[in-house]
């Protein structure tokens, strides 16, 4: 048996890991075209419904254009539709953003690019030249734009001139790679690109090295400032200009996922002594800084000598940084800003010129509290930095996500709001209104756009709801349904999940859902199992490594559930995830099958004993292990590889699975669905198995409108079909 297995693992790896090999693609189109062939061909004339519903809603000039302000008057915003599949960058004034039909100027055409070049660039950001707000140059002037060839996450960078709208000539150019860009100032940059030397990239495919590259020479020649080893996953550098008249520099070595070393300086030309320190903070600490202060969120717990013992990990904390640098790691006038209850945690902070805004969930529900800066010319004797204010506002399921207007000048956000049937809204608010929580009628909001509901929402409710995990653990998962559904087991159901990377699932409006599913009669839950976010770092590290099981049997545990309630049964029941979520949903598939009736896996990693030589897999020892250590291989994780689960646990059954991957993925290997899918068919489960691999886009769908039109629908006629009998 055993022999059987290495001969079958060697087999399968020789020529299904070859993303572009022959073979390979030959299998891959024969078994994509088989299961339009079997599930339905979205795009057959008279049958196009769904998929010209959801082209339509894509391409949809009604979407909100969220902007970020750049420059002094500018407000830019990317845009597809129709006529732009690959998008445009265009910017417009605050004035014309706040009528209903904005005046907008294009700076940057992807599809003319493509055309012009005879390539298939994907638009994937810009990195904005930022000189501090006591520059005499013009802001907004100078960026790099990245543009991702078929939506890779590998990248080339190019400078671009904002005011003139060209890529600067003869400007800094980095080829694709998985490159790492910051500004230092306007004629050098920081740069960690594999440039062709040895050495110049990490085993996970990140840059090992830092260059600081002068405007007008050969980047080959640049000198290395910094480096890593070939062990860490990546190094950082980058220059900041805090808007209260600060500057740093920071180097950052990250270790892993959750590990960072970091060396900083204050700038003499910000007031600080330009000598480089080593912050003596927790690894997995996450830094940054505000006016005079080092800000860390923790991770774990930190013993600093305190009477009252660590200060928990989750917490903010809150430390100056000449006394702690300069003073051996003084934490006299530390401050923790945020802690931690059990059913809460912090889920992101958005720097304004005076404020910091903690977005927090509770139990998964959405709330905020605000941090004013008090700055040093205005402190009392207590050298206190932080007046803390709570909000008064209960916690809602709607989910926010904000960002800052301009950190520099003022203390607006952009504040996103959306709930599963609320469609999002953005508003442009002042932290004062949040904070008071003045009623509508006597804010000042320059600007309010909401989004088009896209699906009938009227008979349709939302509950959250808590089921106890095999280990007595208390887990939270939202429920999406008709109003007085019969509670008899016939109602089809999704479940989704991620769990792990340290990632929130909170509630959020998708109109794909509610067309393709939620309208049609399906139920759809969504699972807060450990791995993730919702509650702190505790609940993240709850499920690492050997714990892994424990996101499975949380799932489990709701699938369980959903079934015990009658709000489903197992043959009406769906899992879906993608990514990390593939990998859970891969895992729950092979340890109970019985349990569900269709599977979707999207992107997913599945061979957890190859994983770390595939692309970018050895970036993630940190959340899932190392494969090549006996101990962790045999320990715990040949157990949760679903690539090996077939053979060591095999089923005599398992429930229909769609498997969909990119072929241009180059985070998650193609090759993991592959042979998760060979296997399946040379053991005999074909009837039940079904693949679709999407040729164009990168990690996580397609890179255009037609083409996340083709996929979300091939995946929703696969649901219905075996859940909805359609």
């Given amino acids: 048996l055993c022999t059987l297995k290495c001969l079958l693992a060697r087999r399968e790896k020789l020529w299904l890991e070859n993303v572009q090999g022959v073979s390979a693609l030959r299998w891959v189109k024969k078994q994509s075209k088989d299961t339009i062939g079997r599930v339905g061909d979205p795009k057959e004339e008279g049958k196009t419904e769904e998929y010209d519903r959801l082209l339509s809603m894509y391409e949809s000039k009604d979407k909100i254009p969220y902007v970020l302000k750049i420059g002094e008057k500018h407000y830019y915003n990317f845009w597809t539709d129709d006529k732009h599949v690959r998008g445009i960058w265009r910017r417009t004034t605050l004035e014309s953003y706040a009528t209903k039909t904005p005046e907008w100027e294009t700076v940057l055409d992807v599809d003319a690019l493509n055309e012009k070049e005879g390539k298939s660039f994907v638009w994937k950001g810009s990195t904005v030249l930022h000189e501090g707000p006591n520059s005499e140059n013009p802001k907004g002037e100078l960026c790099f734009v990245k543009l991702s060839p078929g939506g890779s996450d590998a990248v080339e960078y190019r400078e671009f001139d904002l005011l003139k709208k060209e890529f600067v000539p003869n400007g800094f150019f980095i080829p694709e790679a998985k490159s790492r860009v910051a500004w230092y100032d306007r004629d050098t940059v920081y740069v960690g690109t594999d440039d062709g030397s040895p050495g110049a990239m990490t085993h996970s495919g990140y840059p090992r090295t830092v260059k600081q590259w002068v405007r007008g020479t050969p980047l080959k020649s640049a000198p290395v400032v910094f480096q890593g080893t070939e062990e860490d996953m990546m190094v950082l550098a980058w220059h900041s200009h805090d808007a209260r008249g600060y500057e740093y520099e920071c180097r950052q070595v990250i270790v892993d996922f959750y590990t960072s070393r970091y060396t900083a300086r204050e700038m003499k030309s910000g007031g600080g002594d330009g000598a480089w320190h080593k912050l003596a903070i927790p690894h997995d600490a996450q830094c940054s800084f505000y006016g005079d202060q080092v800000i860390l969120e923790l991770r774990s717990d930190w013993n600093v000598g305190r009477a009252e013992g660590a200060i928990k990990a989750g917490s903010l904390v809150s430390v100056p940084f000449r006394s702690f640098t300069q003073k051996d790691g003084c934490l006299d006038d530390m401050q923790v800003l945020f802690r931690p209850r059990p059913e809460s ?37 207590s050298s206190v930095a932080w007046e803390i204010i709570a909000s008064d506002l209960p916690p809602t399921m709607d989910s926010f996500y904000s960002w800052a207007h301009d950190d520099d000048e003022d203390d607006l956000i952009w504040c996103n709001r959306s709930g599963f049937l609320t469609p999002s809204t953005v508003e442009l608010v002042d932290v004062k209104d949040l904070i008071e929580n003045r009623p509508t009628a006597e804010k000042k909001r320059p600007v309010s756009k909401s989004q088009l509901s896209y699906f009938d929402a009227s008979n ?10 095999k280990d007595g653990t208390k887990i939270p998962y939202f429920q999406v349904s008709k109003k007085g559904m019969k509670l008899d087991g016939t109602n089809p159901a999704i479940l989704y999940g991620y769990g792990g990377f340290e990632v929130s699932m909170t509630p959020y409006y ?5 067309m393709s599913w939620l309208e049609k009669g399906g139920v759809y839950v969504l699972s807060n199992i450990r791995g993730g976010k919702e509650y702190g770092p505790e609940g993240h590290k709850s499920a690492l490594k050997e714990h892994r099981h424990k996101a499975y049997e949380d799932f489990e545990a709701i699938a369980e559930d959903l079934i015990a309630r009658k709000v489903t049964s197992a043959k009406k029941l769906g899992i879906m995830g993608g990514s990390n979520g593939g990998l859970l949903v891969g895992n ?23 994983y770390t030589k595939l692309l970018a897999g050895a970036s993630w020892m940190a959340e899932f292990g190392d494969p090549d250590i006996p101990e962790q291989w045999n320990g715990y994780l040949r157990n949760h590889s679903p690539f090996h689960r077939l053979l060591d646990h095999p089923k005599g059954e398992y429930p229909k699975a769609f498997f969909y991957t990119s072929t241009r993925d180059d985070r998650v290997h193609p090759g993991h669905a592959r042979k998760m899918v060979y296997r399946l068919l040379q053991l005999g489960h074909g009837e039940s198995t079904y693949y679709y691999e999407n040729t164009e886009g990168g990690h996580g769908g397609g890179a255009d409108s037609p083409q996340r039109a083709f996929m979300w629908s091939l995946t929703y006629k696969f649901l219905r079909k075996t859940l909805m009998d359609e």
């Fill in 345 to 381: 945690s912090l889920e992101r902070t958005i720097e304004t010129k005076s404020y910091l805004v903690l977005e927090l969930l509770e139990h998964v529900k959405s709330t905020r509290k605000f941090l004013r800066y008090i700055p040093t010319d205005q402190r009392s004797s």
């Fill in 510 to 514: 998708s109109a794909t859902l509610g």
């Fill in 588 to 610: 729950c598939m092979t340890r109970r099958p019985e349990l569900f009736g269709a599977v979707v896996c999207q992107v997913p990693l599945l061979d957890m004993g190859r």
């Fill in 460 to 469: 349709l409710a939302v509950s959250q709801n808590f089921c106890l995990s």
